[in-house]
């Protein structure tokens, strides 16, 4: 008797014990069945995604048994269950997916060939961040096809373009994998609480609606399919097929809305990086938060051209930008610990779990006197570079750059009881 485990890396007594423990149902076969008979192999496996254009396959385990049960096909003489996990791209790389699935190969008896029987969605996972504030113009240039979503407010027979701008609570996206409508290649979800502005640029008028994402689909060739909800009406979209990204400036103009230098337009500032040793298990260290020491986070970024400052926020996300902290410095490198006076840094003391967003955002000079209260909620970071944008002298475009890091912070009591 032996047990036949096939994986992507060597199999280790930890690694046998990691898959005996995940859920993969290894079972022990008698090899005199099996002697003679070619076993599956990892093309034919990967060969079965080929129409889709997928081929960065990892098989994680196969596992074979004897598949001769009753009411099955006679004609299968061996069942390979197969774990795999692939990336498939969403929008030429805007998006990306993440798709874990259980297929079922058999053995053909009469022509010794392995055929994929049946195949089980058992994880999906989409990185929709690049999503956020995202700005779009659609190829929708009829009324009569979104005038409801409007609520009449768009004469009919008018032409233009249909544009959309994402919110920052872009919501996720949750997939329910025993939903009646997904199919082997397409994977339905929903959204909460996801916000999205409408702008139609007509030739007889310009209207902005708000508007809601409620769900939509991803496939695994790379269309991601949204529904757009609005006074009781529904639009579907292909956002691959029927849209292109545009900046936020672009969107402002279409939409009607003032464009002035005072405004800083995020998506065409420069990034820089920021680093930190302030986080445990990729989560801000506990002495960060306000109930184990209030320390603020230790931070290093390369100097920006141009710049004689620097302004620091650090943002709970979770809740409605709760600010825990704000500071104008003129260091590229800040001390774990250097703040600890609440009257600038009150660390997180979250309910559970929150996620805080940190930027640090370069000036040319001194912004003027503004205040941002800290421990309360506060507006959108585009809103804080908004005011950061004109100097103490007056003058705008003083923001030059930005660079951010995210990690989510959880409660002492519930850290350590789970770690």
Not at 85 to 102: C, N, P, R, W
Not at 294 to 311: D, I, R
Request: glycine share 8%; charged share 20%.
């Amino acid at each position: 008797m032996s047990l036949r485990i096939k994986a992507a890396y060597p199999v280790t007594a930890i690694t046998f014990l990691g898959i005996l423990m995940s859920g993969c149902s290894a079972e022990i076969v008698n090899t005199t069945e099996t002697t003679g008979i070619t076993p599956l192999s990892d093309s034919e496996i990967t060969a079965s995604f080929a129409s889709e254009g997928i081929s960065n396959i990892v098989i994680n385990s196969i596992n074979t048994r004897d598949s001769a049960e009753s009411g099955e096909n006679t004609q299968y003489t061996l069942k390979d269950t197969v774990s795999v996990t692939y990336e498939a791209d969403i929008m030429g790389g805007i998006l990306s997916q993440t798709v874990s699935k259980d297929l079922e190969f058999c053995l053909n008896g009469t022509t010794g060939s392995w055929e994929m029987t049946d195949e089980t969605t058992t994880a999906c996972e989409v990185d929709n961040s690049a999503l956020v504030w995202s700005s779009w113009k659609t190829d929708i240039t009829s009324s009569d096809e979104i005038s409801d979503l409007f609520g009449g407010k768009i004469q009919s027979g008018d032409t233009g373009i249909l544009y959309i701008r994402f919110s920052k609570k872009i919501g996720l996206f949750a997939f329910n994998l025993s939903n009646a409508q997904n199919t082997p290649t397409e994977r339905f979800f929903t959204t909460v609480g996801t916000g999205a502005k409408l702008a139609w640029a007509g030739n007889n008028c310009t209207v902005e609606k708000g508007a809601s994402i409620t769900g939509g689909s991803v496939t695994d060739s790379g269309d991601l399919f949204i529904d757009i909800e609005s006074e009781g009406s529904k639009l579907r979209l292909n956002l691959k097929t029927d849209a292109v990204q545009i900046s936020e400036q672009e969107y402002d103009e279409a939409a009607g809305r003032e464009v002035s230098d005072s405004k800083v337009y995020m998506d065409k500032l420069p990034i820089f990086e920021v680093t930190t040793t302030s986080m445990e298990n990729g989560e801000w260290k506990q002495i960060t938060g306000l109930k184990e020491g209030n320390q603020s986070p230790e931070l290093t970024w390369e100097p920006v051209e141009g710049a004689s400052c620097y302004a620091v926020f650090l943002i709970d996300t979770t809740t409605t930008n709760w600010l825990s902290w704000y500071v104008v410095t003129d260091k590229i490198h800040l001390d774990e610990g250097e703040y600890t006076d609440q009257s600038v840094y009150i660390g997180p003391y979250p309910p559970g779990t929150h996620t805080y967003e940190l930027y640090v955002i370069a000036l040319r000079a001194e912004p003027k006197d503004i205040k941002f209260p800290l421990d309360q909620s506060g507006g959108e970071i585009s809103q804080k570079m908004n005011s950061l944008n004109t100097a103490a002298d007056g003058t705008t475009g003083n923001v030059l750059a930005y660079g951010t890091i995210k990690a989510p912070y959880t409660a002492p009591e519930l850290y350590y009881d789970y770690r």
